[in-house]
């Protein structure tokens, strides 16, 4: 009893020490509004490690696209901070929801790198703490058993899974997340990407997907597509993750922030051991990967009175720049935080930024190409039209909206 | 009851009413005419952990001033309703200039996002709700056929659809039917198809989610016809039993007659409700597939990053008029029955 004492002592001891040399003790009322995944809830714990005599609240949700903006609308904003990356700040860049905050920077984010800054126009709208990217992952018993070496472009993916399905062991080799919508649309931008395709004419808001470029990108899809389990269009990167823990995929396109998931106890420990990650692929030729670079970062509200703003940036920047954190979840996330250690788990988002993955596109109005292609280019992927039809369907789509929007 | 009572009474109702489904509905109507301003862009140097690189953002100073002057945004009229993503009376005419056949014409206007949601809805209202009805009426005259003593638990196993949150219903049957669950699995092996999914041919999803439809507003039909059946005079019944009438005679000439207001007021109250189906396209995650008029007003208010409020608001209108359309001959007739039965 005396020595569980002791050590819970120890502890309470060793964190309070620890923090009160990063932490300036806010205080006031500190809300935080972030998806829903391993590193950030690390990453939220850890600022908490900091919230002084602040009243601290998060929302963890995987809805949080759709809570954000109204939520910040409001006034005061319901959060003090939201959890952002380089496609979720735009909707509330363009609503003029998040503060600029150079100051808070220049006063308590000495342990933040400069390159974790995001800044628009001179000021810092976010600060960023972790990468993230889509890549491959492999089975490597199952190709070492056929011969078949780690794929490296998309078409070597497509000839490799067709090997596999030949020889009988697996039915539906290949698995990416294309359920109808978002995920779909981002599988089109990053193969889009990788064929160097730009999605608006050089300055303008207007649409470009209908080319070349284009087409073949549609039919990477649709290949890709045939190989992999025949409900493809409902699946989400939660349920290709199960399909591989079953044992019934051998190469798939995933987030590297669920990686760690992926690799953990649980589950088929063979399966597991032999779960390997590489980088993401190239394709048609191109030499920049069919993938696109996301940093996750934090922002903080603008409707919110500049004394919560102040406390929830101390806790935030407290976790941002902590190295005992990166440390301890070196395997959860590519952090950006000084002192961080790749491990195994970070070889995709590493490799993908050797090979010069391009950032997902920060523009006001991709946010409805995305929409757009999420819905038109499913009657294609089903054989029910032609990737030209598909393709002037998106552009039609994504016109009326940026219409409506004031874009065109 | 005199007028003056029947006013007082329904009075807190219609303010009620009023407050919270026509001010809505009147705030809704007023956005569909609006669109949001010009966007004033501008050139800036972003910078992220990738690099920097020249980017777009909206000039928020010029928005500001813009948004203040007319906080409802810019006036569109119908435009928002007849763009290509709604009514799309250009593309249409297009279609009929450029089109060779009627079917092609069709195959055209079909993959507009309006019309293909509309098709949708609509063959599920058509199918739905004669269904719901048919199944409704025999169950109740079934249950009504059978000894007291077991009637109790049949009727909870019956109404167990309904009490079933539509969500729920429709999440575990989605697990059920797909190529790795139970049924999905086992069809496959009948057919000896692998790559046979419910999920990924849009006609097998169709006919999944109207089934589930069925599935779950029959328990409604039923609980309501069975309360009317009770209300069925025995006198008429034995008198035509003595007659010699068969069963299909007596339920033809006296039970229908005597449930067919209630049978009106199940068609309308389901035909409404069948109109806004929803939940079991989020359920099934169909919306690849199936589209009705309610999904797309889903869409454009959650899916999309930026919220396109006078799209969702042009939809919602339409929603309304459609159902005013569809249950028009119903309470025409029924306007006219109260008429002459006066």
Redesign the interface.
């Known amino acids: 009893m005396r020595k569980i004492l002791l050590t819970l002592l120890f502890v309470l001891f060793g964190t309070t020490a620890y923090a009160d040399g990063h932490c300036s003790k806010p205080s006031g009322s500190i809300n935080i509004l972030a998806n829903d995944f391993p590193a950030l809830r690390t990453f939220v714990e850890t600022a908490k490690g900091c919230k002084g005599s602040a009243d601290f609240k998060v929302t963890h949700s995987s809805e949080h696209?759709?809570i954000a903006?109204p939520a910040l609308t409001a006034n005061p904003s319901e959060f003090s901070a939201r959890i952002a990356a380089?496609?979720?700040i735009?909707?509330l860049?363009?609503q003029?929801l998040i503060r600029p905050m150079d100051d808070l920077v220049k006063k308590y984010g000495k342990g933040i790198q400069d390159?974790?800054?995001?800044?628009?126009?001179?000021k810092v709208m976010a600060v960023?703490f972790m990468?993230n990217t889509q890549h491959l992952y492999y089975r490597e018993d199952v190709l070492k058993e056929l011969g078949i070496p780690v794929p490296k472009t998309y078409e070597e993916v497509v000839a490799a899974s067709e090997k596999i399905r030949a020889s009988g062991k697996m039915?539906h080799p290949y698995a990416a997340a294309y359920?109808?919508?978002?995920n779909?649309a981002e599988e089109f931008v990053n193969m889009f990407i990788g064929h160097g395709g730009e999605f608006f004419k050089a300055g303008t808001?207007e649409p470009n997907i209908n080319n070349a470029k284009g087409v073949a990108t549609l039919n990477m899809l649709k290949k890709l597509a045939s190989l992999s389990?025949?409900?493809?269009?409902?699946h989400d990167s939660e349920a290709i993750k199960v399909?591989w823990e079953?044992g019934?995929v051998a190469l798939m396109t995933l987030w590297a922030s669920r990686s760690g998931t992926l690799l953990d106890d649980e589950g088929d420990a063979k399966i597991t051991a032999a779960t390997k990650l590489t980088g993401p692929a190239t394709v048609g030729g191109g030499n920049i990967p069919a993938a696109t670079?996301w940093?996750d970062g934090f922002t903080l509200a603008k409707n919110r009175s500049d004394s919560d703003a102040e406390s929830t940036f101390i806790a935030l920047a407290h976790a941002a720049s902590n190295k005992k954190m990166v440390a301890d979840a070196a395997d959860q996330a590519v952090w950006?935080v000084e002192g961080f250690v790749p491990g195994p788990k970070s070889i995709g988002v590493i490799e993908a930024?050797k090979m010069g993955a391009?950032?997902y596109p920060?523009?006001?109005q991709m946010?409805?190409m995305?929409?757009a292609l999420?819905?038109e280019i499913?009657?294609f992927l089903?054989g029910?039209?032609s990737a030209e039809?598909a393709l002037k369907?998106v552009e039609?789509?994504y016109?009326?909206?940026a219409?409506?929007?004031?874009?065109l | 009851m005199p007028n003056k009572t029947f006013f007082w009474f329904f009075l807190p109702t219609g303010l009620a009413m009023i407050l919270f489904i026509g001010l809505p509905i009147i705030s809704t109507g007023i956005q569909s005419f609006y669109a949001q301003h010009d966007q004033v862009v501008k050139e800036v140097k972003k910078c992220d952990p990738f690099g920097c690189t020249v980017s777009i953002v909206v000039d928020q100073e010029a928005t500001s001033i813009l948004r203040d002057e007319k906080p409802l945004g810019k006036f569109n009229g119908f435009g928002t309703y007849i763009d290509r993503n709604h009514l799309a009376i250009e593309q249409i005419s297009d279609f009929w200039k450029e089109t060779d056949t009627f079917g092609e014409f069709i195959n055209q206007v079909t993959n507009l996002p309006f019309y293909k949601a509309l098709l949708f809805t609509l063959t599920y209202c058509l199918f739905v709700t004669p269904n719901v009805l048919l199944l409704g009426f025999i169950i109740a005259l079934s249950l009504n056929a059978i000894s007291r003593k077991i009637r109790g638990p049949l009727i909870f196993g019956t109404i167990l659809p309904m009490i079933v949150t539509p969500l729920v219903g429709s999440l575990v049957l989605f697990w059920m039917i797909d190529a790795e669950g139970i049924i999905g699995a086992n069809l496959q092996l009948m057919m000896e198809d692998p790559y046979l999914s419910l999920k990924s041919s849009r006609t097998l999803t169709w006919i999944t989610i109207i089934i589930y439809g069925i599935w779950h507003h029959s328990p409604f039909a039923f609980v309501v016809f069975y309360a009317a059946l009770q209300t069925v005079p025995q006198e008429p019944v034995e008198a035509a039993i003595i007659d010699g009438a068969s069963r299909y005679q007596r339920i033809r000439h006296i039970v229908l007659p005597h449930i067919y207001p209630v049978v009106t007021f199940v068609a309308l109250i389901s035909l409404m409700d069948n109109f806004r189906v929803f939940e079991p396209i989020i359920g099934f995650s169909a919306e690849g597939s199936a589209q009705s008029l309610s999904w797309l007003i889903y869409d454009n208010l959650v899916n999309e990053e930026v919220i396109l409020f006078g799209s969702a608001a042009a939809t919602s209108m339409m929603t309304i008029i459609g159902i005013a359309i569809l249950l028009a001959p119903v309470l025409i007739r029924t306007w006219k029955e109260f008429r002459t039965a006066r």
């Open positions: 696209n759709k903006v380089n496609s979720s735009v909707p860049m363009n003029d390159s974790q800054l995001i800044t628009i126009d001179g960023a990468a039915q359920k109808a919508g978002w779909l808001a389990n025949p409900d493809y269009l409902t399909e079953s019934k670079l940093w950006l930024v391009k950032p920060m523009l006001p946010g409805l995305h929409g999420g819905s499913v009657e089903q029910k039209e039809q369907d039609a789509a016109i009326s909206k219409k409506e929007q004031g874009f």
